[in-house]
């Protein structure tokens, strides 16, 4: 936030303690925020680019038990960082067409967003990064998230193992691997039902 922005926000907000208050969590909450912090999609609009033109696509929010976090944990090999999970499911003349859903997860210090497409079968379609909040020379590029299309849960995801090492982007990678094996597991526990 510029100087500019500052005292047109605190001519807003007035002076006295609770102003002085508001500004310094605006300007923290500022400083929060990395300068190299990129978006490169929202969730709408990748959604509506995952799916083709004419699918209908319905969310549905789940909040997951101790028993699920238990399993999705056990699954993925992965610890569970948000247990509200929404996923988005595309249908194409009333036939399940595809599922997506965004993880978001910590990658060193700063989150980042990945949108996991699935077939019917939760078989991984595509990989997409939505915002990435670290330094992005650790973004590993594009083409290297490809190689998880087609994987499954049953797939050994792991880096070193069917996933190459970006070398300079090791949490980055890691990071992705795990982000997708936890998009598989959630496929199984909620969309599957476990079995």
């Known amino acids: 936030m510029n100087s500019t922005s500052v005292s047109a926000l605190s001519s807003r907000i007035g002076s006295g303690w609770v102003g002085g208050v508001l500004l310094a969590l605006i300007a923290w909450a500022g400083a929060a925020t990395p300068a190299y912090a990129k978006v490169f ?54 036939e399940v067409s595809g599922y997506a859903l965004v993880d978001l997860h910590q990658v060193r210090t700063f989150p980042e967003a990945l949108m996991v497409v699935l077939s019917p079968e939760g078989v991984v379609r595509s990989v997409r990064v939505l915002a ?22 049953s797939s050994a995801l792991g880096v070193g193992r069917d996933v190459h090492a970006v070398v300079g982007a090791t949490l ?24």
């Not at 992965?78 to 009333?94: S, Y």
């Not at 990678?173 to 969309?191: D, F, N, Q």
């Open 132 to 153: 990435f909040h670290e330094p992005l020379e650790y973004l590993p590029i594009e083409r290297w998230y490809r190689q998880f299309d087609t994987a499954s849960l």
């Open 41 to 94: 999609a929202s969730r709408s609009e990748a959604v509506a680019e995952a799916f083709a033109v004419g699918d209908e696509i319905e969310s549905s929010t789940h909040l997951l038990t101790d028993e699920q976090v238990e399993r999705v944990q056990e699954l993925s090999r992965e610890r569970v960082e948000n247990r509200l999970v929404r996923i988005f499911t595309a249908r194409t003349k009333g």
């Open 172 to 195: 980055s990678t890691h990071a992705a691997a795990g982000g997708v094996r936890r998009a598989l597991a959630l496929y199984e526990v909620l969309i599957q039902g476990g079995h």
